[in-house]
């Protein structure tokens, strides 16, 4: 029997498996034949996993290939699960008498230890580093760049470090599988060093490491490395390939240098919806919600189809320029798009009404508007905006429903809410118990922080932080703008620090909140006009948000703060946002 035509379809794979029971192994290239439909059923997206572990069910002595191919196929399945249970199938019958089962080898390795990966099963993944170490394997690179992709992928960057720092040859595959573990495991700055020492080193990044660094400085706002990065990928010729583009793009957007990123998006040639995605969002969280509705116009023109991000990032536009009528149109048209809206997106209209003032529209919105059960943040926002808008009694009712704490009990954020609507209606009682119900739970607070790149280091403030090494400088700074604010009129929103005690204390703690330590030492290390930008972690409070007005006015500074909604554009006293956040 002649070698068979290019398989394409399972009815083809299913009549070639016909023939080749028909004539039997005596035809030459009936192995050939057998292999080749195999990895179709296994590897083809129109393939069938079923038939093919029937294929290698029935094989007599399947060699390694049948094996290797298998494992990896469960490995990219929905359930990984078969994956590990058919390499420990393998494992285990190849000790048993008398049965010929092949022994994993460099290729089996890498595959099993993907789905590891994906079922976040540390433990798993540890036994199988020990066959590894057993099976004499532990210097082949490709098997320790499997096992540092693994522990980065369970949530354990120390153990992906230890591995990459035994390995005694390193590729461009180790450095990138590391710089990626320490991004996804929120890391950015350990991420950013590292790649700085993989160019010491002379080995060259690849497309994927650039776009996992990009990603380091998107999270930290390094721009000055983030624009040796694009620097880099402009000698190399990668900026106008989509993935390389739309990191640039996300990068300059997240520094707080939208014209840069839109300078990226015009470069960028054969734009996907990932890079719209990323220019829309980028314009809307800076509050250009009228350029991200004509880009995501433009898109449409295109003939690129939105997908649940870029919906997410049109309904951001709408709730940052005050679009409730537009974004409950947007929300709806994703029918049209063959999108099913998420929490993601329904949270966005709530966040729109909450931020009018119109909680009653919000809490119809949740119970009975939206098709999906809320979730503890929705929750979350209403709530936050009874606080702000001083709906004491809506705040209680939901507090008695107790919403909140009976669908997390490990939310944090959801205790010091509840804790702070209790101490801003005076019931420090309540208070109280929402602390020892945090204690009770080992839960803890996030603390507010803020980062400020200087001269291409990363430095990090919390609140009433000390640790610095310039920290009597800055907080003799922080005293002398704060008297030069209080001339100009400010007044310490007291009424934010909800504790018990007297209002000098309060107002002491305001002064020293993460983002003003920030913008003192900005101030002292940069030469005047130069723009400070500021990546904090929380929402910026109302006095932090008075106080930086002011300061970008009396010391003629424009301050870009990306807070975790959006961006404030502090510029001659003004902000942005508008005072709408």
Same mark, same amino acid.
């Given at each position: 029997m002649a070698l068979a035509m290019e398989i394409s379809t399972m009815a083809q794979a299913m009549q070639l498996h016909a023939r080749l029971l028909k004539s039997g192994q005596e035809d030459p290239t009936h192995f050939q034949n057998l292999s080749k439909l195999f990895t179709f059923s296994a590897l083809s997206p129109s393939g069938d996993l079923t038939y093919a572990r029937h294929i290698l069910t029935n094989l007599r002595t399947p060699n390694s290939y049948y094996y290797n191919t298998m494992i990896r196929a469960y490995s990219d399945s929905p359930d990984p699960t078969r994956s590990i249970t058919l390499f420990l199938s393998m494992h285990c019958r190849r000790e048993q008498p008398g049965v010929v089962v092949p022994g994993p080898d460099k290729f089996t390795y890498p595959f099993v230890l993907k789905a590891c990966s994906k079922l976040r099963n540390t433990q798993m993944g540890k036994q199988i580093h020990g066959l590894i170490l057993k099976s004499g394997l532990i210097s082949d690179r490709y098997v320790n760049n499997a096992l540092i992709?693994?522990?980065?992928?369970?949530?354990?960057?120390?153990?992906?470090?230890?591995?990459?720092?035994?390995?005694?040859?390193?590729?461009?595959?180790?450095?990138?599988?590391?710089?990626?573990?320490?991004?996804?495991?929120?890391?950015?700055?350990?991420?950013i060093k590292l790649f700085e020492l993989m160019m010491e080193s002379g080995v060259d990044p690849n497309e994927a490491t650039l776009v996992s660094v990009l990603r380091a400085c998107a999270d930290t706002g390094a721009l000055r490395i983030g624009e040796k990065v694009h620097s880099f990928v402009k000698e190399k010729d990668l900026s106008m390939k989509a993935n390389v583009g739309t990191a640039l793009i996300d990068m300059y957007a997240k520094c707080g240098c939208i014209d840069d990123a839109r300078r990226v998006f015009d470069e960028t040639m054969d734009k996907d919806v990932y890079a719209w995605t990323a220019m829309i969002s980028g314009l809307a969280s800076h509050g250009l919600s009228e350029e991200a509705m004509e880009h995501f116009e433009l898109m449409k023109s295109c003939n690129v189809k939105p997908d649940e991000r870029t919906m997410t990032a049109v309904l951001s536009a709408c709730r940052n320029a005050g679009w409730i009528g537009k974004g409950l149109y947007h929300i709806r048209s994703m029918k049209k798009y063959k999108l099913r809206p998420t929490i993601q997106h329904y949270g966005c209209i709530v966040d729109t009404f909450v931020r009018a003032g119109q909680l009653d529209e919000a809490e119809q919105f949740i119970r009975k508007m939206m098709p999906?059960?809320?979730?503890?943040?929705?929750?979350?926002?209403?709530?936050?905006?009874?606080?702000?808008?001083? &709906?004491?009694?809506? $705040?209680?009712? #939901? %507090?008695?429903?107790?919403?909140?704490? /009976?669908?997390?009990?490990?939310?944090?954020? +959801?205790?010091?809410?509840?804790?702070?609507?209790?101490?801003?209606?005076?019931?420090?009682?309540?208070?109280?118990?929402?602390?020892?119900?945090?204690?009770?739970?080992?839960?803890?607070?996030?603390?507010?922080?803020?980062?400020?790149?200087?001269?291409?280091?990363?430095?990090?403030?919390?609140?009433?932080?000390?640790?610095?090494?310039?920290?009597?400088?800055?907080?003799?700074?922080?005293?002398?703008?704060?008297?030069?604010?209080?001339?100009?009129?400010? &007044?310490?929103?007291? $009424?934010?620090? #909800? %504790?018990?005690?007297?209002?000098?204390? /309060?107002?002491?703690?305001?002064?020293?909140? +993460?983002?003003?330590?920030?913008?003192?030492?900005?101030?002292?290390?940069?030469?005047?006009?130069t723009v400070i930008r500021i990546v904090k972690n929380l929402r910026s409070c109302e006095d932090c948000h008075s106080f930086m007005k002011l300061i970008s006015k009396l010391y003629q500074r424009e301050i870009i703060i990306r807070d975790r909604i959006r961006y404030h554009h502090f510029k001659d006293g003004e902000c942005s946002c508008g005072d709408r956040w």
């Amino acid at each position: 029997m002649a070698l068979a035509m290019e398989i394409s379809t399972m009815a083809q794979a299913m009549q070639l498996h016909a023939r080749l029971l028909k004539s039997g192994q005596e035809d030459p290239t009936h192995f050939q034949n057998l292999s080749k439909l195999f990895t179709f059923s296994a590897l083809s997206p129109s393939g069938d996993l079923t038939y093919a572990r029937h294929i290698l069910t029935n094989l007599r002595t399947p060699n390694s290939y049948y094996y290797n191919t298998m494992i990896r196929a469960y490995s990219d399945s929905p359930d990984p699960t078969r994956s590990i249970t058919l390499f420990l199938s393998m494992h285990c019958r190849r000790e048993q008498p008398g049965v010929v089962v092949p022994g994993p080898d460099k290729f089996t390795y890498p595959f099993v230890l993907k789905a590891c990966s994906k079922l976040r099963n540390t433990q798993m993944g540890k036994q199988i580093h020990g066959l590894i170490l057993k099976s004499g394997l532990i210097s082949d690179r490709y098997v320790n760049n499997a096992l540092i992709h693994m522990y980065a992928g369970c949530g354990d960057s120390g153990l992906a470090l230890k591995v990459f720092d035994e390995m005694s040859e390193r590729d461009v595959v180790s450095w990138t599988s590391m710089i990626d573990g320490f991004v996804d495991n929120n890391r950015p700055i350990e991420a950013i060093k590292l790649f700085e020492l993989m160019m010491e080193s002379g080995v060259d990044p690849n497309e994927a490491t650039l776009v996992s660094v990009l990603r380091a400085c998107a999270d930290t706002g390094a721009l000055r490395i983030g624009e040796k990065v694009h620097s880099f990928v402009k000698e190399k010729d990668l900026s106008m390939k989509a993935n390389v583009g739309t990191a640039l793009i996300d990068m300059y957007a997240k520094c707080g240098c939208i014209d840069d990123a839109r300078r990226v998006f015009d470069e960028t040639m054969d734009k996907d919806v990932y890079a719209w995605t990323a220019m829309i969002s980028g314009l809307a969280s800076h509050g250009l919600s009228e350029e991200a509705m004509e880009h995501f116009e433009l898109m449409k023109s295109c003939n690129v189809k939105p997908d649940e991000r870029t919906m997410t990032a049109v309904l951001s536009a709408c709730r940052n320029a005050g679009w409730i009528g537009k974004g409950l149109y947007h929300i709806r048209s994703m029918k049209k798009y063959k999108l099913r809206p998420t929490i993601q997106h329904y949270g966005c209209i709530v966040d729109t009404f909450v931020r009018a003032g119109q909680l009653d529209e919000a809490e119809q919105f949740i119970r009975k508007m939206m098709p999906i059960d809320p979730d503890v943040v929705l929750w979350r926002t209403l709530l936050w905006g009874c606080k702000v808008h001083g &709906d004491v009694e809506r $705040s209680k009712r #939901l %507090l008695k429903d107790v919403e909140l704490l /009976k669908m997390d009990s490990r939310d944090c954020g +959801s205790y010091v809410l509840l804790g702070n609507v209790y101490a801003a209606t005076g019931n420090w009682k309540e208070k109280a118990k929402m602390r020892e119900l945090m204690n009770q739970r080992g839960l803890v607070k996030t603390p507010g922080s803020s980062r400020i790149e200087i001269d291409g280091n990363i430095h990090e403030f919390t609140a009433g932080d000390s640790r610095h090494v310039e920290a009597e400088h800055i907080y003799a700074k922080l005293d002398e703008m704060e008297q030069n604010v209080r001339r100009e009129g400010y &007044d310490p929103k007291v $009424s934010e620090v #909800l %504790l018990e005690i007297d209002d000098d204390e /309060k107002a002491s703690q305001l002064l020293h909140h +993460s983002e003003k330590l920030a913008v003192s030492f900005g101030l002292i290390r940069t030469d005047p006009g130069t723009v400070i930008r500021i990546v904090k972690n929380l929402r910026s409070c109302e006095d932090c948000h008075s106080f930086m007005k002011l300061i970008s006015k009396l010391y003629q500074r424009e301050i870009i703060i990306r807070d975790r909604i959006r961006y404030h554009h502090f510029k001659d006293g003004e902000c942005s946002c508008g005072d709408r956040w």
